[in-house]
Structures are given as C-alpha cells and as structure tokens.
C-alpha cells in the first residue's frame, strides 16, 4: 500500500498562506491523493482530493507534482479556526474497494 | 442531507456487555466503512461494506462484528471487549468504489470500556 510521509507539525501565522508538504513516492498511476483534517477529534473533514492535475476549490488548492511523488496543501489565508491534524492521505485500492489509509498526520498550529 | 449519523456519541461499557453502534447515511451512498481510531493517533481502518457485502476486514478481533442491514446502515456489534478497545468509532460512507469521490465520516462514537 501506497504510505505518506509529513512533518510532525507546522506553524503559520494568521493570514499567511498555509503550506502543508507530503510525499507518496510509492504511489500508483490509479491511486488518488485526499487530504483531510480533524479538530479536537470531530470526525475527519473532507478538504481537497486529486489524481494528476492541480486542484481548487473554496478551501484550499492541492499541488500535485508532475511525477506524483508529493504534493503540497496550500491554505491560502490561514485563520486560527484552521488548527488542525491534517492528513495527506492515498486512497489504495485492495480488489474494486477503495480505502483510505491514514499517515501520521500533520499538526498545524496558526498563530496570531 | 450530506450528513452521516453515529449514534451513541459516547458508551461505557463493562467488558461483558453486549453493546453496539449504529451509524446511518441517506445519501445513496453504497459503502461504507468502519475505522477506530485511539487518542493522538491517526483512524485505522477496520471493515469496509460495498453493497451490503462486507469487502475488506483488516483483521479485525471476532469481538467486533459488523452489520450492513440495508444501504443505508452500518452496525458494529461489540461484545467482550478489552480495556484497550476504548476510542472514538468512526463511520464513513463514499457513494460508490469509483475513482475519485468524497468520502464522507460521522462525527464518531466515543466508547470506554471498563
């Protein structure tokens, strides 16, 4: 299975643009690449999911390199309701099921 | 209704009850999953339903056994349990095994065993 690696932890100030790095150099052609995040152990909420292209939505944009070794989350004007663990996660396939497998996570601390 | 509904949010229970966790979506969605997850840790995956059928179980202890009644209901019956299976239950659901796709998670059951 397709593993992640992140840093540990990350500060950002407040109103600065979040960079959150991640590789998955094991990734395969077919495995997409989701990040999430969890707050004070809600349930994991959905940001960003992507195969090749770059991609953007209202919370975030997700920068996928050309060889799909690693990819960066990009918060782009953090607020402190954005500390979180944020997880860069490859969603592998076992048979025709798809399952997220979690790394370890990234705690990212936004500070005034 | 973008929402997936775990009930109890939190349950003690003594290591010789039977007790079990309900988890319900009303999106269409037709897998759905079960992972644990202990404190400071990332979610493991536990057991994955597609169509009903139960299609992956990591290995999980015969003392959880899951359900999929319907499409729309995913049970996790809990019967002997150990001091070591306290944590939070998390349900997600995905509307199908395509690629891509959101998958979305409940907001967990918090479960102590005594």
């Known amino acids: 299975d397709a593993k992640t690696t992140q840093p540990t932890s990350m500060d950002c100030a407040e109103g600065r643009a979040a960079n959150l790095p991640c590789n998955h150099s094991?990734?395969?052609?077919?495995?997409?690449v989701y990040w999430y995040r969890q707050i004070h152990s809600q349930g994991p909420q959905y940001i960003i999911h992507?195969?090749?292209n770059n991609e953007t939505n209202e919370m975030a944009s997700l920068i996928i390199t050309e060889d799909r070794k690693s990819s960066t989350l990009i918060l782009p004007h953090a607020t402190l309701r954005d500390t979180a663990v944020y997880y860069c996660?490859?969603?592998?396939?076992?048979?025709?099921?798809?399952?997220?497998?979690f790394g370890q996570g990234t705690t990212l601390q936004v500070k005034p | 209704d973008t929402e997936v509904t775990q009930t109890p949010k939190h349950l003690v229970m003594g290591m010789t009850n039977k007790k079990s966790l309900k988890c319900e979506q009303h999106m269409g969605h037709r897998a759905m999953y079960w992972y644990k997850q202990k404190a400071k840790k990332p979610p493991e995956l536990m057991f994955v339903?597609?169509?009903?059928?139960?299609?992956i179980n990591e290995s999980v202890p015969s003392r959880f056994s899951p359900e999929c009644p319907n499409s729309s209901l995913l049970n996790l019956h809990l019967h002997a349990l150990q001091p070591e299976d306290s944590a939070l239950y998390l349900c997600?659901?995905?509307?199908?095994?395509?690629?891509?796709?959101?998958?979305?998670f409940g907001e967990g059951s918090r479960l102590t065993v005594l």
């Open positions: 339903y597609s169509y009903e059928k139960l299609s």
């Open positions: 094991t990734i395969s052609g077919n495995e997409y």
């Open positions: 997600a659901s995905i509307r199908s095994q395509g690629a891509g796709g959101e998958l979305f």
């Open positions: 996660i490859v969603r592998v396939f076992s048979g025709n099921t798809g399952k997220l497998i």
């Open positions: 992507g195969l090749k």
